[in-house]
């Protein structure tokens, strides 16, 4: 007796933690009963959320599912133009499960594998809008009407998932980068074929302003010279004058004051010598002052 109230109390405590399941905080978790989800009496599937919950014992199997927002962002594709033009594009999308039913039986419940299913929705959509547009179009302005289009398209088509899409973004638009690197060399030479025009410009520039400067100076020489020697030519007819007049008044003692002037200058040097007859003019006034 004592044996079968351990059995049934065994039994109970199994039974017990069999029927009690817990699930965490940010999940959601739906209840396999005989491998089918266990629907209420709308036909709508239970969906349990955090905390204790209670289910069939032995014959339920629980299946957790993140309820959080979740983030794709995967590698950059390549899309094609209106214009055939390829464009490398940077996007990422913002999701969450709303149907956890169907996401188990469309997606399997694994979040890699709904991933792989949502980003080739998204990148129909992505496709389809940069598709119908221009690379001017979408680079001057039409990438919000382009995100709202791809948004829309994403969330349509991610219904069957049992997905939300709650946004879709263009975070990048490249070129390829054997696209790139030809535009760029395009870019190099005709930046340096302008840089090499104003450079001859400047030069052009440069030598008419040089020959200009040149052409002025040499104006300004010959009329400075000139004046300089009108200015000269004014002073030694004045000196000229000065002398005559002077001359003029006294000639005596003007050829004393210039016999004067040629003594200084002969005896200035000690060894200078100098052989001439005693009565020669030059020391007419010598003469006179040894008289004196």
């Known amino acids: 007796m004592k044996n079968f109230s351990l059995v049934l109390l065994l039994a109970a405590v199994v039974l017990s933690f069999s029927s009690v399941f817990v699930v965490p905080e940010g999940q959601k978790a739906i209840v396999m009963l005989f491998s089918k ?65 169907a996401f188990y039986l469309r997606a399997r419940g694994d979040k890699q594998y709904a991933e792989t299913l949502l980003k080739q929705k998204v990148n129909n959509g992505l496709r389809t809008n940069f598709g119908s547009r221009t690379i001017r179009e979408i680079v001057s302005g039409e990438r919000s009407e382009l995100m709202a289009e791809a948004l829309v398209q994403a969330s349509e088509s991610a219904q069957e998932l049992g997905i939300e899409v709650l946004d879709v973004r263009v975070k990048q638009i490249n070129l390829p980068q054997e696209v790139s690197s030809s535009i760029f060399q395009r870019m190099r030479a005709e930046r340096t074929a302008v840089a090499k025009e104003h450079r001859s410009e400047g030069q052009e520039k440069a030598e008419t302003i040089r020959a200009d400067i040149d052409r002025r100076v040499t104006v300004m020489l010959a009329d400075a010279e000139r004046n300089a020697r009108s200015v000269r030519g004014a002073g ?53 002052a040894a008289a004196q």
């Open 37 to 101: 989800v266990q629907k209420d009496s709308d036909d709508k599937a239970i969906v349990y959320s955090p905390g204790l919950q209670f289910k069939v014992p032995f014959f339920s199997q629980v299946r957790r599912i993140d309820a959080r927002i979740q983030t794709l962002d995967g590698a950059p594709d390549r899309f094609v133009t209106s214009e055939k033009k390829d464009l490398i594009v940077d996007s990422f999308v913002k999701w969450r499960v709303n149907d956890f039913s």
């Open 236 to 288: 030694d007819a004045q000196a000229a004058a000065i002398y005559a007049d002077a001359y003029n008044k006294d000639a005596e003692f003007f050829s004393f004051v210039r016999s004067l002037e040629a003594y200084k200058q002969t005896f200035k040097g000690k060894q200078d010598v100098m052989v001439l007859s005693p009565d020669s003019d030059f020391f007419k006034y010598m003469k006179g």
